[in-house]
Every structure is written in C-alpha cells, then in structure tokens.
C-alpha cells in the first residue's frame, strides 16, 4: 500500500486522463465488477486506522437523523455539538472530523454515518459515472489510488503528455 504523499500533482493529471479513457472505453457492468474485485483485495485485510486520511482531510458529513442518533448512542449534547459542526446541503461537516483521536482511533466507531461507512464507495455501482470522485479520492484514499493503478495495467492505459 502506497503512502498518499507519494501522490503528486503529475499522478493526478494521468488519473484524470485515465478518466476520459474509461469514459470512452470501458462497459459500466464489466467496470462496476472491476471495481468490487480491487475493493475486496484491499481492504480484505487493511486496517484503516493507521491511515485516517479520510477523517483528517475530508472529515465527517452527517444529516439530522445520523447527528441524533449519534447523539442518543453516545450520550452527547446535540446543542454543543452542533457547536463544532458546520451546515452544509443539509449535512452536518467537520473537517478534520472532532471524532477523531490522536491515536487514530475513532470515538463513535459502534454509531458511524453512511458517509463514514461508504466510503471511498469504490463497491458501490455505477462507477462509470463516478469517475471524478474516484480520481479526486486517488489523492486521499491509498486504497483507490491502488485500485486506479491496477486498474490502468487492466486496461493497458498509458498517459499521452
Ligand atoms: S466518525 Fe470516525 S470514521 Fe467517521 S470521519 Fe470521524 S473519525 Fe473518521
Ligand atoms: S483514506 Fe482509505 S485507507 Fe485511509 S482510512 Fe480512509 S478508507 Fe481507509
């Protein structure tokens, strides 16, 4: 598993280039099983919290419904911790997510929210048409960074300039 620092400025160029090339190329079903395949290889056994890049650099996104529950799981005051949380098309947001703790280990891990559940969503279906989340979670998540490697030698992609 590659570090994200090693993801640079020029790896997410060619990232976005072997988007347009899916695009072009690739049939929705066959990409969709693709994805799920790589999904399940890595993080079969990967443990997330020696990484957090999510909850560090994207954080947490919540609506009403998680925020109470979360909320009447944990024993929290809503009001305070509304507080540390910022509205957003009627999500709640944090980032990085105040969840977190400096051991890497996250305070609400028996109540998390879809967001947190889901993502980097690399098993969900219809990745043809999610393509620019991909490649922008390339630059976060080691895991879809892999997948879109594995994924060029597949499709014998090669970067043009
Ligand atoms: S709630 Fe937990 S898993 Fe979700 S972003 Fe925060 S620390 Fe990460
Ligand atoms: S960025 Fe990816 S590998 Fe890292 S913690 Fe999040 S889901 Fe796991």
């Known amino acids: 598993m590659i ?4 993801i640079n400025e020029k790896k997410l160029d ?3 280039q072997f988007r347009i090339y899916l695009k072009n190329k690739a049939d929705e ?4 099983k693709q994805f799920k395949e790589l999904h399940n290889k890595y993080f079969k056994n990967l443990d997330c919290s020696k990484c957090r890049n999510c909850c560090k650099i994207l954080g947490i996104s919540m609506n ?11 024993k929290l005051n809503k009001e305070k911790l509304k507080k540390e949380l910022k509205e957003s098309y009627g999500e709640y947001v944090a980032s990085p997510c105040p969840f977190l703790n400096k051991d890497n280990s996250c305070q609400i891990n028996e109540c998390l929210p879809a967001s947190c559940k889901e993502y980097p969503y690399t098993n969900q279906d ?5 393509l620019l989340t991909t490649v922008q979670n390339s630059g976060i998540c080691p895991v ?4 879109l490697e594995d994924l060029k030698k597949m ?3 090669k ?3």
């Open 3 to 6: 570090e994200v620092k090693e």
């Open 14 to 16: 060619e990232n976005y």
């Open 29 to 32: 079903k066959t990409l969709d």
């Open 64 to 74: 009403e419904y998680e925020l109470n529950e979360i909320c009447k799981y944990y």
């Open 126 to 130: 219809e990745r043809l048409f999610s």
């Open 144 to 147: 879809v960074y892999n997948i």
């Open 155 to 157: 499709y014998s992609f």
């Open 159 to 161: 970067k043009k300039f």
